[in-house]
Every structure is written in structure tokens, then in C-alpha cells.
T-cell receptor, first 110, second 113 residues
């Protein structure tokens, strides 16, 4: 299956700092989704991207669909303790099967 | 806000037993999915379902697995004879069209003893 490389694998940051994470693929994707997952819960959709170059914001979160269509970035500005969780990217190459990244575990230190 | 609901939230079963995991997708959605997540790992695709038939399935989705939409609202995943390695969190998801946003339920934690 498709491999989505997500980095970094984990991050420990101070409250108030900005966060950046990314996903890369060897294949072209048509849709990118970013999710946050809390322990024992299902992934919650944060941002959806549909076009190369698209930049979309959701509050303090901003995500971009890479120009090459092989990558996507998620930024969180001015992090707060409730941002703690695991962030997953998901991409749709073709067909209707979304592939998930390996996740970025975010810890925010108050 | 509409959401995907899954029952039960936890299921404990003996190896070799059959389990049925239930999901109610968002009502106007047309594409339905099952994913699983082994503890500490990424979310893995199992199967997608559209127009009352399987449209894609992964290598994980072998003959022990089946899906069904028995009525206009429910979407089920059956594991015929559970194995220890089937222990995982199983997520149902749905979307209005295959390029649209994919919404997940809160999952069923399956423990096979």
C-alpha cells in the first residue's frame, strides 16, 4: 500500500510555541486531511485540502497542500495544553481509500 | 452536528468467537469505511463500501471479515473467528463523496482473549 511518511514522530514544546509537522508521499495525492486523535478516541478532522497549493486555516491551525501534490504541512500557532494529542495526516491518491501517516505525538509543556 | 456512532465502545471476546461491530454512519453519506488501529500504531484501512458493495479492501480484510449494510442506517463489520491479533480499536468512517471529508466514529475497542 501507499506509504505516508510523517515527521517529526514526536514533539515536546513549551506552551505558546508554534508547531510544524509534515507528511510526504512518493505518490501524488488528490486530497489531504489532517486529524487529531486523543487517547481512546477516534480521529477528529481538523482541516481538509483539495487543491495543490491550497492553504487553509482553522483557528490557530493552518495546513497547506504541497505544490508537488506529494506533501502537506500542518502548523499550529501559539500552542496551548489542549493541543496535546497525536496528529495524523491522511491522503487520497485515487480510488476511495485514504492512507494514514504514522502520526506526530505532540506534548505541550505548560 | 451529525456524527458517526459506533457500538459497543468495548468488546471482549474469546479467541475463535464471532463478533459484530456496529456503526451508524452520517445519514446523507454514501461511502462507508472500516479502519483499525493497533495500540500505538497508525490507522490502517480495512474496507470501503459504496452502493451496497465492497469497493476496495486491504490485505488485512481476509475471508474472516465481512461487512454488511442490513438496513438504511447501519453498517456492520463481522469477524467470523477472532484471533488474538485482531485485538485493536476498530473505527467506522463515512463520507458524502470519495474526495470529501472523512468522518470517524469514536471506535470499538476489541480485545480477543
Amino acid at each position: 500500500g501507499q506509504q505516508l511518511n510523517q515527521s517529526p514522530q514526536s514533539m515536546f514544546i513549551q506552551e505558546g510555541e508554534d508547531v510544524s509537522m509534515n507528511c510526504t508521499s512518493s505518490s501524488i495525492f488528490n486530497t489531504w486531511l489532517w486529524y487529531k486523535q486523543d487517547p481512546g478516541e477516534g480521529p477528529v478532522l481538523l482541516i481538509a485540502l483539495y487543491k495543490a497549493g491550497e492553504l487553509t486555516s482553522n483557528g490557530r491551525l493552518t495546513a497547506q497542500f504541497g505544490i508537488t501534490r506529494k506533501d502537506s504541512f500542518l502548523n499550529i500557532s501559539a500552542s496551548i495544553p489542549s493541543d496535546v494529542g497525536i496528529y495524523f495526516c491522511a491522503g487520497l491518491p485515487s480510488g476511495n481509500q485514504f492512507y494514514f501517516g504514522t502520526g506526530t505525538s505532540l506534548t505541550v509543556i505548560p | 452536528e451529525p456524527e458517526v456512532t459506533q457500538t459497543p465502545s468495548h468488546q471482549v471476546t474469546q479467541m475463535g468467537q464471532e463478533v459484530i461491530l456496529r456503526c451508524v454512519p452520517i445519514s446523507n453519506h454514501l461511502y462507508f469505511y472500516w479502519y483499525r488501529q493497533i495500540l500505538g500504531q497508525k490507522v490502517e484501512f480495512l474496507v470501503s463500501f459504496y452502493n451496497n458493495e465492497i469497493s476496495e479492501k486491504s490485505e488485512i480484510f481476509d475471508d474472516q471479515f465481512s461487512v454488511e449494510r442490513p438496513d438504511g442506517s447501519n453498517f456492520t463489520l463481522k469477524i467470523r473467528s477472532t484471533k488474538l491479533e485482531d485485538s485493536a480499536m476498530y473505527f467506522c468512517a463515512s463520507t458524502a463523496s470519495f474526495v470529501e471529508k472523512l468522518f470517524f466514529g469514536s471506535g470499538t475497542q476489541l480485545s480477543v482473549l
